[in-house]
């Protein structure tokens, strides 16, 4: 019922900044909650950032103060802005989302990114 597409990983150099965005497409939804996960080698996946249809928004302890979630209802589209990146930050970047209406849990396939000198 929806698909979840991420884009604008890539490489950046420690420091820099990126900007990741995760376009959903399929059934309608209004009571929502879309988030970022994500996954680094031989690690479990783990919570990014999270947002909710009010734009209540949640980060992880390692990210706060650097990441910021944003999303545009309209587009149906969820952001993760990422600045002062970290070697610590390389992983594989998902996007999630929950139907709060039904339950269903959707995700993307993920986006690389890779934070190196």
């Known amino acids: 019922q929806v698909q979840l597409v991420e884009s604008g990983g890539g490489s950046v150099q420690p420091g820099g900044s990126l900007r990741v965005s995760c376009a959903a497409s399929?059934?309608?939804?209004?009571?929502?909650?879309m988030g970022w996960y994500r996954q680094a080698p031989g690690k479990q996946r783990e919570v990014v950032a999270g947002?909710?249809?009010?734009?209540?928004?949640t980060y992880a302890d390692a990210v706060k103060g650097r990441f910021t979630i944003s999303r545009d209802n309209a587009k149906n589209t969820v952001y993760l802005q990422m600045n002062s990146l970290k070697p610590a930050d390389t992983a594989v970047y998902y996007c999630?989302?929950?139907?709060?209406?039904?339950?269903?849990?959707?995700w993307g396939q993920g986006t690389q990114v890779t934070v190196s000198s």
């Open positions: 999630n989302l929950i139907d709060l209406r039904s339950g269903h849990n959707y």
């Open positions: 399929g059934s309608s939804f209004s009571i929502y909650v």
């Open positions: 947002i909710s249809d009010s734009g209540t928004t």
